[in-house]
């Protein structure tokens, strides 16, 4: 499981947005998103490195926690 620090989930639109990103990565991957405290934890097949870069493609820079 990764937990990953993102600077601006800003609405239920910005969730959406992440969860489509990271399920078309892995489409069973586990997303938990704490959208007040901006932490994202996944658990996937896909490794950290192109978690990141689709949440950076999207503009969701992350730093891991």
């Known amino acids: ?17 992440i969860n489509n ?12 998103i704490d959208r007040l405290a901006g932490i994202i934890q996944v658990k996937s097949d896909a490794s950290l490195v192109e978690i990141r870069e689709t949440l950076n493609q999207i503009g969701y820079p992350t730093t891991v926690l």
Do not use: F, N, P, T
């Open 1 to 17: 499981m990764y937990s990953l620090k993102v600077a601006k989930i800003g609405c239920g639109s910005c969730v959406a947005k």
């Open 21 to 32: 990103a990271l399920k078309a990565l892995d489409d069973a991957a586990e997303i938990a």
